[in-house]
């Protein structure tokens, strides 16, 4: 994914996150696991990760299926 650089601050993208929410991601990544990731690896981790945790609360009941 490639993020210009004239993208306001705060401007969401892809599953709704904002760069900055991104680059926050890469800065627990590599402080807490020693992982260094480029910004599209990392966003495409953090979709992933958000996919995930969804499932488990609607697997859960705690969140209701999106009928898109």
Same mark, same amino acid.
């Given at each position: 994914?490639?993020?210009?650089?004239?993208? !306001?601050?705060? !401007?969401?993208?892809?599953?709704?996150?904002? $760069?900055? /929410?991104?680059? #926050?991601? !890469?800065?627990?990544?590599? /402080?807490?696991?020693?992982?260094?990731? =480029?910004? =599209? $690896?990392?966003?495409? %981790?953090?979709?992933?990760? *958000?996919?995930?945790? /969804?499932? *488990? *609360? !609607?697997? %859960?009941?705690? *969140?209701? =299926?999106? #009928?898109?």
């Amino acid at each position: 994914m490639e993020l210009h650089a004239e993208s !306001q601050e705060g !401007q969401r993208f892809g599953a709704g996150l904002t $760069e900055a /929410e991104v680059r #926050r991601f !890469q800065t627990i990544l590599r /402080e807490h696991c020693g992982v260094h990731l =480029p910004l =599209p $690896e990392a966003w495409s %981790r953090a979709i992933e990760l *958000l996919s995930l945790v /969804e499932m *488990l *609360l !609607q697997w %859960r009941s705690v *969140l209701a =299926p999106d #009928r898109g």
